[in-house]
């Protein structure tokens, strides 16, 4: 496994690995999934299927669904597989009789299964629920190719602290950050005026707010581009997604608010670029296809064949953009406010959406009270005092939990309180 973390930029420290230094990469290296079931999952499990020579499979982990874990576990003769629901351990049991996978559940199994020795882990549990079994992975300086944004979200810098400490390696595998990461090595820290991310816009990019406010479950589940989780896709509908990420770009790059821009681009087709002092402006592109980034860390510090489609921009014609609107989404603006309040602040932001969005697919909010839900959490968590930094991944629990509940005693007002 390779060593110490990188430094990247001059002396600004992160445990992102800006510079291509080539690792001596082992011949075979191991892998583990965390959430191995999801979209995510299913994409990386896609490319170690592709490539069985080079990469051989630690740990496999998944919510509930024993059936689907104990298939994968069994194709890839993973070593171990942990389903996070306890009263699922018997059917995962059941269906790895006959070979010698080992089996767990429970919180403490999906931690352990980060814990185990491979040399590179996804983490891509949705929410909250993940940050634990990410810290595992990274307390061991492990590589970890991070598609879960809410461990930034809820807990940054204390996660990147700890990443930096352990000698981990974070592997940006949300695509946005993806290309930032892909981009920021064309020049240094001194050199960089801003970043940008782009965002699809969602399915209500041109809609009225009045039709927004009103926008039902199967709408705000039709994403123009990308197939993903039930969740990230209401949160691109809201631009929370696009919230979210520019709160993990700042994490992960040691970035300030300034200099993060959004800019909608409904093709999907560029995913970041970096602004760097000459005002060049460096992008990476490519199909709207999550097995791209998750290849590029995958095969970092080289580059592993991908089966994605080949990217014709002929046939695509235009690439368009527009300046994200702050008004009709107004997740995007509590995004940045919640980052430069800090303090916990994101932690509460990332919280108060995910009990939203919760209550949006119950039926009991409209898709407009999602945003002021959010809102009204932020700003009760502000008034009561309660901002103070994050030391602890206990710390950014106990903010998570309580700006949950704070979040479910402020929903039947919201949810009465018509626009
Ligand atoms: P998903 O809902 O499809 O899959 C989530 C996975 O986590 C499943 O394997 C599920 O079994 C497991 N899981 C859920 N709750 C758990 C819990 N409490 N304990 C243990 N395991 C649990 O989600 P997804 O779309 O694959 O997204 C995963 C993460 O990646 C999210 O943080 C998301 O924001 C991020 N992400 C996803 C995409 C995408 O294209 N899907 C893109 C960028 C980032
Ligand atoms: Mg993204």
Redesign the pocket.
Known sequence: MASAAVLWFGEQMSAVPLRNNKAAASAIRTVTV??????????TMDLLRGARDRFRVEAL?????AQ??AKLAREFNARFAA???PSKLSELKEALAGTRIECAAG?SA?IEAAARPADWVM?????A??LK?ALAAVDRGASVAL?????LVCAGDFFMQRAQTAGARILP???EHNALFQALSSGNREELVRVIITASGGPFRTWAPADIEQATLEQALKHPN????????I?SASMM?KG?EVIEASYLFALTPDQIDVLVHPQSIIHGMVEFSDRSVVAQLGTPD?RI?IAHCLGWPDRIVGPSAKLDLAKIGQLTFEAPDFERFPGLRLAYESLRTGRGATTVYNAANEVAVAAFIAGKIRFGAIARLVEATLNDWIRSGNLAPLTSADDAISVDHNARNRAASLLPQIARKAS
């Open positions: 965390l959430g191995a079931t999801g979209s995510i999952g299913d994409s982990t998944a919510n509930g669904n689907a874990l389903v996070a629901d919180e999906i983490a891509a549990v949705s929410g629920a993940g079994p598609a879960n944004k809410e461990c595998a949300d695509s990308w197939s993903m989780g039930q969740k990230i896709t949160d997604n979210l999550m980034p």
